[in-house]
């Protein structure tokens, strides 16, 4: 079974631009989380979407935003971006049908560069 | 604000030794727990989940979970220099969130 995978895995974006990150779960999973990861700051949890609706939701600004599609694949977008956006943001999907038991795997992650 | 703890180390064992990392919770209604490894530059991987409390053995890796008192532990036994890397502790609470320790990190000096 293929794992998580996250497009791009890199990117370089300058102060004010916008961005969009891209994740492909499990197959068959069809919860999906975003984090964002800083040295030092350990796993930040943006949102989850599940069924194509967001179900739990951090403590971020509007300008982070995602959505997801009716194959489970989800993006995850930032707008006028800053240069403490610059982090390791990473997707994980679940099978939430597990309930309490369902384990998150995460993907390889998009590292983002805002200079 | 539920809470989920870890001694932020790092922590240095000798190659060959068990390795004990430590994790506290403060939602007493959770129920599920998760042990993940982080290399540098890494996504985190997972190692073992524990749902009930005791001891959960795979291979050289050992969980031990005590509900009463709050707190999760994983134990590596003959650490070897590739175990070197940050362990994230991950706690599933009363609300199905999963809450993220900061982690530890693991030094296994040669």
């Known amino acids: 079974k293929a794992g998580v995978t996250q497009t791009p895995r890199y990117l370089i974006k300058t102060r004010g631009q916008q961005v969009t990150l891209s994740c492909s779960p499990i197959?068959?999973?069809?919860?999906v989380s975003w984090y964002q990861q800083t040295p030092g700051q350990g796993l930040q949890f943006l949102f989850e979407?599940?069924?194509?609706?967001?179900?739990n939701k951090g403590n971020f600004p509007g300008r982070f935003s995602g959505r997801q599609f009716s194959n489970s694949r989800s993006e995850m977008n930032v707008s006028t971006l800053e240069l403490g956006d610059s982090a390791l943001y990473l997707c994980?999907?679940?099978?939430?049908?597990?309930?309490?038991?369902?384990?998150?795997?995460f993907g390889p992650g998009t590292r983002l560069t805002v200079l | 604000q539920k809470e989920v703890e870890q001694n932020s180390g790092p922590l240095s064992v000798p190659e060959g030794a068990i390795a004990s990392l430590n994790c506290t919770y403060s939602?007493?209604?959770?129920?599920?727990f998760f042990w993940y490894r982080q290399y540098s530059g890494k996504s985190p991987e997972l190692i073992m989940s524990?749902?009930s409390n005791g001891d959960k053995e795979d291979g050289r890796f050992t969980a031990q979970l005590n509900k009463a008192s709050q707190y999760v532990s994983l134990l590596i036994r003959d650490s070897q220099p590739s175990d070197s890397a940050t362990y994230l502790c991950?706690?599933?609470?009363?609300?199905?969130?999963?809450?993220w320790g900061a982690g530890t990190k693991l030094i296994i000096k040669p």
């Open positions: 994980a999907s679940s099978q939430p049908e597990g309930g309490l038991r369902n384990e998150q795997f």
């Open positions: 197959s068959g999973h069809r919860s």
């Open positions: 979407y599940f069924s194509e609706t967001q179900r």
């Open positions: 939602d007493r209604g959770s129920q599920s």
């Open positions: 524990i749902y």
């Open positions: 991950a706690v599933k609470d009363s609300n199905y969130q999963l809450i």
